[in-house]
C-alpha cells in the first residue's frame, strides 16, 4: 500500500513508497538507519527528478564533510561512479558537495 505525503509537489505526492526496486526486496530490507534516504516520499527533499523515456531518474545532492582537495573529489567521484546504477557524478572540494545522478531501478541512495 502506498503512503501518501500532503505537503510534496503534486508529481510526487502518490508516489508509491516501495517503487523503487522491482520486486522492492532492497527496500524491505535496507538498514533501518537509511530507511528514510531510500523512502521515495523523501527523494524530492534532496533531489531533483529528471525521469525521462527509460524510467525513473534522480539528481540528488549530498554534502561531503572532510574533503579538502581536488584528489579527494577524484576519489570519491570514481568510488561513486563505480556503484551499479550511479550514472554521473559531480564532486566539489569547494563547495563540499556531491551531485549524484542514478537510477532508482538499479540503486538506492543508502547503497551510495
Not at 508529481?11 to 521515495?40: G, Q, W, Y
Not at 525513473?56 to 576519489?75: D, F, H, K, R
Request: net charge negative.
Amino acid at each position: 500500500m502506498s503512503k501518501v505525503n500532503p505537503q510534496l509537489p503534486d508529481k510526487h505526492r502518490n508516489l508509491p513508497v516501495n517503487s523503487c526496486a522491482e520486486d522492492n526486496s532492497t527496500f524491505k530490507n535496507s538498514n533501518s538507519e537509511f530507511l528514510a534516504i531510500d523512502d521515495p516520499l523523501e527523494w524530492p527533499l534532496f533531489s531533483t527528478d529528471l525521469s525521462d523515456e527509460k524510467g525513473p531518474y534522480w539528481e540528488s545532492y549530498m554534502a561531503i564533510n572532510g574533503i579538502y582537495c581536488a584528489a579527494c573529489s577524484l576519489t570519491i567521484e570514481s568510488a561513486l561512479m563505480a556503484v551499479p546504477g550511479v550514472k554521473q557524478v559531480e564532486v566539489s572540494a569547494t563547495n563540499k558537495k556531491a551531485k549524484i545522478r542514478w537510477r532508482p531501478s538499479e540503486v538506492l541512495p543508502s547503497v551510495w
